[in-house]
């Protein structure tokens, strides 16, 4: 079965602070893909990352970096120095790699991350 | 320019009327999907498109239906809305093939009322 994991349910920090927002997924496949969504409070779903299981590098976009360990089975999300606009709900996402799955994505419960000037 | 379009923004219904809600596309992808998202909730997945092929997720109920009449639109109507049923409704895109998922663009969703 795959399942996806957000154990923090709402996080809330001080502006300029750093942030991380964990993921850890459940999968018997060998391939797949990870996701990071953000939903800010328009409600618009905002693809941020996407990272398939033979990349294990870190990957760093601005003050956004990814953490990805097999390992562990985590693909944990950091934000440096958050701002007032980061504040929203941040989905972690898991897609099988099957002839059947057509993109279909198993998503986490969300992380609300609030952040206070 | 906005390229996941969908229509109305806010939809309130009464129950058990029909309601039809609306998304269109300029991405040409290939893939659309609806989601359902009730309040503090992941999405979840109703059905999806890839290309004509019409794919249903066993635990959607029947009162949920999708039309996909050209790649541009689609549509989720729902037969008879009971309470249960106001959520917000995402459509998205995708330009996935049968094996690689590619990022998803959403539209602004559907926030479904009903009364």
């Known amino acids: 079965a795959q399942k996806v994991t957000q154990a923090q349910t709402e996080i809330s920090v001080v502006e300029k602070e750093d942030v991380t927002l964990d993921c850890v997924y459940e999968?018997?496949?060998?391939?797949?893909?990870l996701f990071w969504y953000k939903q800010p409070p328009s409600g618009e779903l905002v693809f941020l990352i996407r990272r398939n299981s033979f990349d294990e590098q870190n990957e760093i976009s601005g003050r956004y970096s990814w953490n990805f360990q097999k390992s562990t089975s985590s693909f944990n999300f950091t934000i440096t120095a958050s701002q007032v606009v980061d504040s929203a709900v941040y989905f972690c996402?898991?897609?099988?790699?099957?002839?059947?799955?057509?993109?279909?994505?198993?998503f986490g419960q969300g992380t609300t991350l609030q952040v206070k000037p | 320019d906005a390229m996941v379009i969908q229509n109305p923004r806010y939809q309130v219904t009464q129950f058990g009327k029909p309601v039809t809600l609306s998304c269109s596309q300029t991405?040409?992808?290939?893939?659309m999907y609806w989601y359902q998202q009730k309040s503090s909730q992941a999405p979840k997945l109703l059905f999806h498109y890839y290309d004509k092929d019409f794919n249903n997720e066993a635990d959607t109920p029947d009162n949920f239906q999708s039309r996909r009449p050209n790649t541009s639109f689609c549509f989720l109507d729902i037969r008879s809305p009971g309470l249960g049923d106001a959520a917000m409704y995402l459509c998205?895109?995708?330009?996935?093939?049968?094996?690689?998922?590619?990022?998803?663009?959403f539209g602004s969703g559907t926030r479904l009322t009903v009364v």
């Open positions: 998205a895109t995708s330009r996935a093939t049968r094996t690689v998922p590619y990022g998803y663009t």
């Open positions: 999968t018997r496949d060998t391939t797949y893909y």
């Open positions: 996402a898991l897609s099988r790699v099957d002839s059947g799955n057509t993109g279909k994505l198993i």
């Open positions: 991405l040409n992808h290939n893939v």
